[in-house]
């Protein structure tokens, strides 16, 4: 019986782990799709705008399992602009990537690494000046803050994907996008969906959205 217990209790550190992998490397799923958004959405785009995408392989097949979304999404990042280009400013573990937190990506190379059809593009409402989110993303990436392998909110020090867009709208903007969840729903600070809740944000682009 005792070792019946030891094999359960090996078998839900294993699960964690492998949880604890997917939720930390989705930031740079592997493997380019070749996806890409045409010249008159990139026109749509500005700095501060919020993107979301899903990612393809095994990492982003259990962070959409567990997440249980309506829109299919794993990952999201700020989009900012340098050299006249556009990037994608965002936070990902060290265990897929040669940093580890804060780092940027040209914003088509960001898109590659999708799942085809999968981008969502949202805005803040707000009568302020959104662009300051760009600002603050880059601050950060400044200072190299590390990735939150914790998840925890409490956590000043480090910060993950979609604790970055939470902490800077709410810092900067007064705006909680995280506040409290449903009645049972263990999940839902963490949910993806409530950067696409549109009394809060206004939907720029939707390649979900048939």
Known sequence: MKHLRWIGLVAIVVLAAVLWRACSAE??????????????????????????????????????????????????????????ALWVIHSVSSSVSEADGMQ??????????SKPGSVIVTRLRTAADRSLIAVRAKELLRRKVAFDHDFDLEDTTRIYCSELVWRIIRDDYGIDVFDAPAA???????????LLDTARFEVILNHQKH
């Open 27 to 84: 930031g740079n799923d592997e493997g380019a799709t070749g996806y890409v958004l045409s010249e008159a959405e990139l026109a749509e785009l500005q700095p501060g705008d919020i993107i979301l995408r899903r990612g393809h392989g095994l990492v982003s097949d259990l962070i959409s399992s567990v997440l249980s979304e309506e829109y299919d999404v794993s990952h999201c990042g700020i989009v900012a602009e340098h050299d006249s």
């Open 104 to 113: 940027s990506h040209r914003l088509q190379s960001f898109v590659g690494q």
């Open 184 to 194: 049972g729903d263990k999940a839902g600070r963490y949910r993806f969906m409530r």
